[in-house]
């Protein structure tokens, strides 16, 4: 019966087609509206790119010194000013307590709203930035927007327990958390997944495992060391240090699973 029950779920698509220069995207794909979060670490390489196909840019709190210092050196544009002009975050969202006071005015001045949060100390700065577009955006835009985190692995380990935590709390949206090497996505046992795989800007080391509970079966494809009806918990096995195979990825299972695949250094 649970069988049955998998294979009568629906698909959810992933792709890392935000990696991509758009005039790379790639021809008859369904357009997705992405917002981007900056947190409070260095500036992954590729955050110009994620800039320009966002419709929205929240910084969390600090992430706005990084925009602020980070972004002209990401650039190939030869005026400091200018770039810093061009790049003006919609919102800037958090406790405040890390922005610098110089970069707060300056954006201010430029059109961000600033949303001060200081009054909540019980939720994180990613938290706040999540919960508002979670608040923002209708049901049925939920399943079109994917929402991109950039400074959320690396650090602090605590921090970022509470990044992937994030995923499981809003697992109602899509959401990827994004270093220099690698990224995370929630695949929830609610649907069958199938992810395309970008074989110039990811791969091909990835990994696939339970953390808000153990998985009782779990199958996929286009993996070197597939998975078949396979167990899989923490103090047992997990699938790491695998190895895309395929152009596609597929992943059934009865758990909530995180999917992680390395990041290429991007031109």
Sequence with gaps: MLGRAIRS?????????????????????????????????????????????????????????????EMFQMTNEQNYESTRNRYIPEIIEGDMDSIRPEVKKFYSSQGSKISDKSHNQETTDLHKCISRIHRCTPDHEKTNLCVLVTGALGGRFDHEAANINILYLFSDMRIVLLSDDCLIRLLPKTHKHEIYI????????????????????????????????????????????????????TVQSDADLLWTISLRNLT
Excluded at 16 to 27: D, E, G, M, N, Y
């Design 9 to 69: 779920m629906e698909v959810m698509v992933h792709s890392s087609t935000f990696l991509l220069p758009k005039l790379h995207q790639p021809a008859n794909t369904p357009a997705k509206n992405y917002a981007l979060v900056v947190l409070n670490q260095n500036l992954p390489r590729f955050v110009p790119r994620l800039w320009t196909h966002a419709k929205l840019r929240i910084c969390a709190d600090g992430g706005a010194n990084r925009i602020f210092d």
């Design 198 to 249: 970008e074989s110039s800007v990811e791969g091909p080391h990835c990994g696939l495992f339970p953390v808000g509970a153990p998985s009782g079966s779990t199958t996929t494809t286009g993996l070197k060391w597939n998975l078949s009806e396979a167990k899989m918990r923490f103090g047992s096995m997990i699938s790491t240090s695998n190895i895309v195979h395929a152009e596609k990825v």
